[in-house]
């Protein structure tokens, strides 16, 4: 079946300006992370939804960077007023739902994000 | 707040020699452990997990890990590496009640070569 999507796959803007980044998770999965993987800060946890949970938002790096999940499936990551700091490649998983059980993430290809 | 440190962020190694990548963690609950291949270009892929029972953990492609937690580790091995094995590995813990977000290391970047 079909894995992780997101798109675009690369993404050039300039300073200040604002983007957003899509997910489709694997049908079915009702757990969705997004992490954030660059030279300087290796691979980092952003945001985490659960079912109709409250989002964990926990490792977003400011209030410039926010996330939604529409109907329990596709998530857009938007962050406002890019910085440099910013470019990175941004991951998104998806997995069964989370809780007591550990459940395999399934990472999508990522988001090449360049601001400059 | 859990860590995890990999001391090595390359590897150089010959084909069909063994291989052992270091991983070790801090938490002061208990974790679950795993290790990520992400091939060039390509999304992250799970190799292993530890959640419980026997510390010795079999993974895809002929990887195994030991959890050792008296030492605080989790050592990725490999008794014969191929040249497809050329990738980054990165060691990974979630918190038990977590919500299952992990926490990533560093990195290793393991060369297989000729």
């Known amino acids: 079946g079909a894995g992780v999507s997101q798109s675009p796959s690369n993404k050039v803007t300039e300073k200040g300006k604002d983007v957003e980044l899509r997910c489709d998770p694997i049908?079915?999965?009702?757990?969705l992370y997004w992490y954030r993987q660059s030279l300087g800060q290796g691979l980092e946890f952003l945001i985490y939804?659960?079912?109709?949970?409250?989002?964990?938002k926990s490792g977003l790096p400011s209030d410039r960077f926010s996330a939604e999940r529409t109907g329990g499936s596709v998530s857009t990551l938007t962050i406002q007023r890019t910085q440099q700091e910013d470019s990175a490649v941004y991951l998104c998983?998806?997995?069964?739902?989370?809780?007591?059980?550990?459940?395999?993430?399934?990472f999508g290809p990522g988001t090449r994000l360049t601001v400059t | 707040a859990q860590s995890v440190t990999q001391l090595d962020s390359q590897v150089p190694v010959f084909e069909e020699a063994p291989v052992e990548l270091r991983c070790n963690y801090s938490s002061s609950v208990s974790v679950y452990l795993f290790w990520y291949v992400q091939y060039p270009n390509q999304g992250l892929q799970l190799l292993l997990k530890y959640l419980s029972g026997s510390t010795l953990v079999k993974g895809i492609n002929g990887f195994e890990a030991e959890f050792n937690k008296s030492q605080t580790s989790f050592h990725l091995r490999k008794p014969s590496v191929h040249i497809s094995d050329t990738a980054e590995y990165f060691c990974?813990?979630?918190?038990?009640?977590?919500?299952?977000?992990?926490?990533f290391g560093t990195g290793t970047q393991l060369k297989v070569e000729l």
């Open positions: 998983a998806s997995s069964l739902a989370s809780g007591r059980a550990i459940n395999e993430q399934y």
């Open positions: 990974a813990v979630s918190l038990s009640g977590g919500g299952n977000k992990l926490t």
């Open positions: 939804f659960q079912g109709n949970s409250a989002p964990d």
């Open positions: 049908s079915g999965h009702t757990a």
